[in-house]
């Protein structure tokens, strides 16, 4: 096999450099990006410079990451429509260059760059507040159905009978599937109208505490109460609890009588480890 040609090479980068819209590194004035211009290096005619024909590619790159992020936000996508998401992707990418190998990275930042860059004077429940929540909810969604989950549990596996006796040696912990939001708008009917394929109605405006959750490889968002909120709060934060332990950290973060919450815990706990909320061991 013949060596590689590094002359090749420095071209490649340089067009790389191009395309993903960052300057070429300077420094020991050996790179070609800091000696040549487009029109040193691409072939152009009468009608198309070459500055245009490498905005080609540019433009091509940018519009499939614009394509990745529709897929990943569908929900918002819809709600907005096409021109305006394509208006919050573009200038995403162009003030966020991805940095990951993934096009799954690229989304990561979608949620803070639109509350970033929400218009001054807007509250935190406004319409312009909604495209930032949102994309947090379906970003949650994203990471839950890529986490390991627990679909290999079998459900005879699960130690109900500790919980209705409130065994001391129950242990309490959330899967890596679950993501805890705080919002500030109840997104149930956008989630609704999207699964038919509709285009959904503008939320309302209203605290929503939810939980997101893999369970036999479909992902959900639960609304939950803010008992139950505090009660994955604590679990996440401590790496599990047991149920004693659990029921003494939400009585404290509500100002509730532990043996309330104990019992409130008993009968909502079942459900939500069936839906993979939670998890239980002994």
Known sequence: MPPADPELARLQYWLQQQIVGEAAVAGDGDDIGSQLGPQDI???????????????YTRGYVLRLVDCLREEFPMLRRLVGDQVFDLFASAYIAGQPSQSYSL??????????????R????GSRSVEA???????????????????????RRA??????????????????????VRLLHLEFDFAAVLAA??????????????????????????????????????LQALDRN?????????????????????AVLADLMVWLPQAIAE???????
Not at 104 to 117: P, R, V
Request: net charge neutral; glycine share 8%; charged share 20%.
């Open 42 to 56: 691409i072939r152009g005619s009468a009608g198309f410079v070459a500055r245009q024909r490498l905005a080609v």
């Open 104 to 117: 799954y990275g690229l989304g990561a930042g979608f949620a803070d760059f639109l509350e970033a860059t």
């Open 119 to 122: 218009p001054d004077g807007t």
């Open 194 to 231: 999207t699964a038919r394929g509709a285009r959904p109605e503008q939320p309302p405006a209203r605290e929503t505490r939810v939980a997101v959750a893999r369970c036999r490889y479909r992902v959900c968002a639960h609304p939950v109460t803010s008992r139950h909120f505090a009660l």
């Open 239 to 259: 790496g599990g609890l047991s149920l004693r332990e659990a029921a003494a950290a939400v009585a404290s973060a509500t100002s509730e009588a532990t043996g």
């Open 130 to 152: 909604i495209p930032a929540n949102l994309a947090r909810l379906e970003r949650a969604m994203s990471e839950s159905q890529r986490a390991a989950g627990t679909e290999a």
């Open 156 to 177: 005879d596996d699960l130690p109900i009978d500790a919980l209705l006796h409130a065994s001391p040696d129950l242990r309490l912990s959330v899967p890596d599937t």
């Open 276 to 282: 993979g909320i939670c998890c239980a061991a002994i």
